[in-house]
């Protein structure tokens, strides 16, 4: 018979189909916590821990899988160059290539040449927007110009950004300016890279 408890057998391999589904997410949950778990044990003793937020790794890991043009944002002005960011953020690119992703880069003008290279050594060379060191009126509106340039996808091959992940990044400190782990004021050498990620962030609410 084709029928067993009154469902078809497409019925029934739906519904067999859906438990594998189910069965799937709960393993790629559980291995997500480890390895969050692990990300989170501090071993250098930075007190990072009050930076944690149980499960979010899941959860970006989910908005990247739905995503499909996503900005890589890397590189702090740590003369020469901070050298962290760079080799996680290819990593990351390699990954969402594989999956089928549109990616760019975005970093400031400190960090051109080594994002230039790292984006250029893909079998799908990846594109890189260089924001301008800050200055002047002029170079605010270059950078603003260049973040609705990203937003609507010249960067991601016409498709529009809906996904950013950044990496060994240094955002703006309580008082507006840009510092090293030492305390170095670094603001005079960064872009207007927190004004591109906050306006992106704005246009999703």
């Not at 975005?106 to 927007?129: K, W």
């Not at 060994?168 to 004004?195: F, K, N, Q, S």
Request: charged share 20%; net charge negative.
């Amino acid at each position: 018979s084709h029928f067993t408890r009154g469902m078809s057998a497409g019925d029934e391999s739906e519904e067999m189909l859906a438990g594998t589904a189910a069965s799937a997410a709960r393993t790629a949950r559980s291995l997500v916590a480890t390895a969050e778990q692990l990300i989170q044990s501090d071993w250098g003793k930075r007190g990072i821990a009050a930076l944690h937020i149980p499960g979010e790794l899941y959860d970006a890991a989910s908005s990247l899988m739905r995503s499909r043009a996503v900005a890589v944002v890397t590189g702090s002005s740590i003369p020469p160059t901070e050298t962290d960011g760079p080799p996680g953020a290819a990593v990351i690119i390699r990954a969402l290539q594989s999956l089928g992703k549109s990616v760019c880069l975005i970093t400031d003008a400190e960090n051109r040449t080594t994002l230039e290279a790292i984006g250029a050594g893909f079998p799908s060379p990846v594109p890189v927007c260089i924001f301008p060191t800050r200055g002047c009126e002029e170079v605010m509106a270059q950078s603003a110009e260049l973040t609705e340039s990203v937003m609507r996808g010249d960067y991601t091959g016409g498709l529009p950004l809906d996904a950013m992940v950044a990496i060994e990044r240094i955002g703006r400190a309580a008082d507006g300016r840009h510092y090293t782990m030492r305390a170095r004021c670094i603001t005079d050498l960064t872009g207007y890279v927190d004004e591109f990620w906050e306006t992106c962030l704005a246009s999703e609410r």
